[in-house]
């Protein structure tokens, strides 16, 4: 994975990473307070202030393959991770916007 450079691997590393750490949260604070995971994203709907924590943390997944791609020297994947999570924030910014 680490040996290829290319933009589309990056792009979709770049929009998995932030749905993995969404994954993550959710196992670490929603799930030992006995939440569904439907719950928890309805929650998310909800509650704007959540969203915008959890996907500052979703983010940090983008953040940690930008640096390795990046110190790899593997400039066209990094540039996908990049293009997603620019893509990512604009989506939760019109979440937040719009519900």
């Known amino acids: 994975m680490l040996k290829k450079d290319n933009l589309q691997l990056g792009i979709v590393l ?10 993550i949260y959710y196992l ?11 719950e928890y994203l309805v929650y998310l709907k ?7 924590g959890v996907s500052s943390i979703s983010l940090i ?9 990046i110190n790899s020297r593997k400039d066209k ?5 990049f ?3 620019l893509i990512y924030g604009v989506v ?4 937040k916007l719009v519900a």
């Open 14 to 23: 770049g929009f998995v990473a932030p749905l993995i750490g969404l994954v």
């Open 28 to 38: 670490i604070v929603f799930m030992p307070r006995h939440v569904s995971f439907m």
């Open 46 to 52: 909800q509650l704007k202030s959540l969203l915008t």
């Open 61 to 69: 997944a983008n953040a940690i393959l930008f640096t390795i791609y």
């Open 77 to 81: 994947t990094a540039k996908g991770v």
């Open 83 to 85: 293009v997603s999570t």
């Open 92 to 95: 939760v910014l019109l979440i």
